[in-house]
């Protein structure tokens, strides 16, 4: 009998698969490439790959999820840079299409990520709650503006990065979601109830595993993220009006929004009352403003809070060595990546591979500043980042490994 060939579809600039032995369910798979990840709770089959250019997470559901998990994750792409990297997905026509294994979906490993379960201690999240609430929150609005109902916002179904001094979170289950051109408010509600639904779910089973009676289990989770949400979503979407000629209103409004990490992409000024007030509409982009800075100016591809670190070390720089002028300023910002942020990074690297090598560059900024406030007076980066080493990494956020 012929050997069953499956229809692999992938994307450029990834491998393409097909070394993989497809003929058999994933589970069953014995090649060198498999790779142990820490996962969340989750009813498919998954594995992890590991290939030169990094890691991939492939899953196996029936065909029509899978190529439905794809298109989802695909159109996104652009979007947002907090939803998985959808990489290629799998048929096996020669199964029924409903069966478990007849289709696969090939996600990107998310780099440096971990799950909420590395989170918790002592049954709860601790003095990381509130970071992971509004890491929640934000994800959550982030989709919602971009047209996205996830239909399934979960703990388990997003992965986390530390961000500087706070958390990223990264939806990775595109299952039960769907793209529209803008949601309802009705369908906004829906999807933040399905979310305190999951939550509380997943915090009772925590809180069994570690023996919390359900009373005592931190079941407000799903309700917290849902105000951190009404309040992000109106100061993102509320029209403001302001007396015609009051230019800087715009701008203040324009900088509130990048200070909260979103981009904007138009804006509208509609005069109102007769000319004399302008109404400031703006359609807010994805949370990239700074992360989209970084990468015009050196390249660098990193989440936004860690960008943002950067961006204003960068600044810092540039005050002191000079850079006024917008060649200086050009002129400053590559003599600082090239004298600066490189070789601290080729560093970090060096002596800590395990770590996310710019999450590593935030925390000894912070450690340079913590020494400059103590001082009262500026310390040279040469000393700083010796003296950092020395230490043993002072205030260094580790990815957690744990399950
Ligand atoms: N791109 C990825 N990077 C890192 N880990 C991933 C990735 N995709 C999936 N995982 C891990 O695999 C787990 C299961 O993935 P996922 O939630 O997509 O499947 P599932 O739970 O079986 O699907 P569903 O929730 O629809 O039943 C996740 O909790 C996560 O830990
Ligand atoms: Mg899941």
């Keep these: 009998m012929m050997q069953p060939t499956p229809r692999i579809h992938t994307r450029e600039d990834h491998p393409d698969f097909v070394d993989l ?80 294994w007849s289709g696969a979906v090939i996600t990107r490993y998310v780099d440096h990520a971990f799950t909420y379960r590395s989170l918790i201690t002592g049954g709860g999240f601790g003095t990381r709650r509130d970071a992971l609430l509004d890491a929640l929150a934000g994800l959550l609005v982030e989709l919602h503006l971009q047209g996205m109902f996830w239909g399934d916002c979960s703990l388990s179904n997003s992965l986390y990065r530390w961000d500087a001094s706070s958390i990223d979170a990264i939806m990775i289950d595109a299952e039960t979601s769907r793209i529209y051109d803008m949601l309802t408010s009705g369908q906004r509600r829906e999807d933040l109830e399905i979310m305190t639904l999951n939550l509380a779910g997943e915090m009772a089973d925590i809180a069994a595993q570690h023996g919390i009676s359900l009373d005592d289990a931190d079941m407000d989770l799903g309700d917290e993220i849902t105000t951190r949400y009404h309040r992000l979503w109106k100061e993102l979407t509320t029209s403001l009006i302001v007396t015609a000629g009051d230019h800087y209103r715009i701008r203040q409004r324009i900088n509130r929004l990048h200070d909260l990490g979103f981009a904007v992409e138009d804006i509208d000024l509609i005069p109102v009352d007769d000319g004399m007030n302008v109404k400031i509409r703006v359609r807010v982009g994805g949370r990239q403003y700074h992360s989209e800075r970084l990468r015009e100016i050196t390249g660098i591809d990193i989440s936004e809070n860690q960008a943002r670190v950067i961006l204003s070390d960068l600044a810092y720089q540039e005050a002191k060595f000079g850079g006024a002028s917008g060649t200086g300023k050009d002129i ?42 103590e001082r009262g007076e500026d310390v040279p980066n040469a000393e700083a980042f010796t003296a950092w080493i020395e230490l043993g990494f002072p205030g260094l956020m580790e990815t957690p490994t744990a399950t």
């Excluded at 792409?77 to 409903?98: F, K, M, Y």
């Excluded at 003599?335 to 002596?351: A, C, D, H, Y």
């Design 332 to 373: 400053a910002a590559m003599k600082w990546r090239s004298n600066i942020l490189e070789p601290l990074i080729l560093e970090i690297v060096r002596l800590i591979p395990e770590a996310d090598p710019y999450q590593a560059y935030c925390d000894y900024l912070g450690f340079r500043l913590a020494t400059a406030t």
């Design 21 to 100: 032995d497809w003929v058999i369910p994933i589970t069953e798979w014995t090649t060198d490439r498999l790779v142990e990840m820490p996962t969340g709770i989750h009813r498919h089959a998954v594995v992890f790959v590991a290939y030169q250019d990094g890691i991939y997470a492939i899953k196996e559901l029936p065909t029509k999820f899978a190529t439905h998990e794809f298109d989802v994750l695909r159109a996104m792409e652009g979007r947002s840079r907090h939803t998985a990297i959808a990489v290629g997905h799998v048929q096996r026509a020669w199964l029924d299409p409903h069966d478990e």
